[in-house]
């Protein structure tokens, strides 16, 4: 394995606390990150090594999926970290940084191999690129590395000014954005399952699916990041990065080779394929939410204007349901619906495939034959269900739906961090998104912005705790289409098939 020196800017910030120090110390534990691999961390405060590493090791204490059982490995572990108090806008902070560097690289025997990671606010991205060139840090005699956590610019305009400058610095090959949707497992597995299971692969089209649905909803409100989320919301929070990303992955056709370039030529292709909306129809297509005071777990929780920080009377998104048409030979009148919320009842991000019913076929639609559907749970629950119908003991033309579901073994799988770092060691960018793709997904977001800033788009109020707001099951009423609930006993793919069979019997008899 490549030895190398990761640079990591925002080492005191609570991203490396909750998620790059655990990943780093289990892919330390799998022998996963190289023997002669050193970590700097950067930041403002007046920390030393001794400092830093009692910091590291109390975030896996707290935050890593394995506990820290042996003394002897966890000091091992922490003698990788250094500290290297840094102010962005100092390049004399970054000479010395680069002595420092270069001290520990010839101290430890390593090749100038420099992995910089950018887990910082947005507005010091340029800076820290910047001094990064200037101070000579990026000038190596082995590979350079940047990785960079979002927020991949706020809008069209601006990630092409971010993306023009970190090309300034690195080539794109070197260059790994985060999405860490595309570090969990169930992402990765999306390719996976269509690719070995020709059952799938034979109906994952047009003529056989009916709409596709996912959703990524969350529990949580604002939490402490009013100050960057008021000016994000859930559309750039949520939309343009990890749900955009889900549905290229997806629907997008199988790489051949399953290489990084293969990989993010078909992801481009499929992003390309969007059908464009104009900001004057945006409303058609988009619907735009914002929590009110509600109950979550039985406790009131606060409207998202009266949180802490946000601005008085703030008009933005907490939630977004959008329908995406896909413009090309597979995908042509597939509706795929995208929603995501916060605050909301349940935790759970999911696909659901929704088949069409083979009986229209034969004009016989039978309003009590349930859809097929293909549920995957990406998270925190993994896992895969089919719903299908057999024939009901009883009734001549009643079928009843049931339920096959695989519950994904949770225990020892690596966290999508995990699988991100050791994917950037590698230099693997399979689970990365290229430029191309970034500025796709731009492309599309543009108008729905410049919609919300005209107001073009109503926002709407959903109570905390709720499933979002009623315009979002109007969006897929239009279509003839209903979300699949994420609530109550029709969203539990593991329910009992007894349970299921009695409701639809309920029904049926109501049908009657
Ligand atoms: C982050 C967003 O990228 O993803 C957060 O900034 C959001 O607002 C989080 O809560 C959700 O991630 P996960 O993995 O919990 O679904």
Known sequence: MNAATLLLFGATGDLAKRKIYPALFNLHLDRKLPAGFSIFGMGRSAWNDTEFRRRVAQSISDFSRRPAADEAELNAFLERFRFCRLNVAAPEDFARLLEQVR????????????MFYLSVAPELFEPIVRHIHESGLSRVSGWKRLLIEKPFGRDLASARALNALLGSVFREEEIFRIDHYLGKRMVQNLQKLEYTNPMLQAVWKNQYIANVQITASETVGVEE???????AGAIRDMVQNHLLQVLAMFAMQLPRRGTAADMADKKRALLA???PLLKEEAERSIVRGQYAAGAMGGEPVPAYRDEPGIEEGSSNDTYIAARIMIDDYFWQGVPFY??????????????????????????????????NLLIIDIGPHEGISFQLNVKDGQHRFISDPVR????ADQS???????NLIEGAIQGDAAFFARWDEVELSWQWIQPVLEAFAENRVPLRFYEAGSDGPEAAQRLLEEDGFHWWALTGPEADPSRDADEYRTEREAVYEAAR
């Open 404 to 407: 096959l579901h695989y519950a």
């Open 273 to 275: 394929s969007m059908r």
């Open 103 to 114: 001290a520990s690289e010839q101290e430890l025997g390593l090749a100038e191999n420099r």
């Open 225 to 231: 990041r009013a100050a960057y989320y008021d000016e």
């Open 338 to 371: 995208l929603r995501t919320g916060k605050r909301m009842a349940k935790k759970a991000t999911r696909i659901v495939v929704e088949f069409k019913d083979p009986l229209d076929k034969y004009s016989r639609t039978n309003e009590l034959t349930a859809p």
């Open 412 to 418: 020892g799988v690596p966290e999508a961090y995990e």
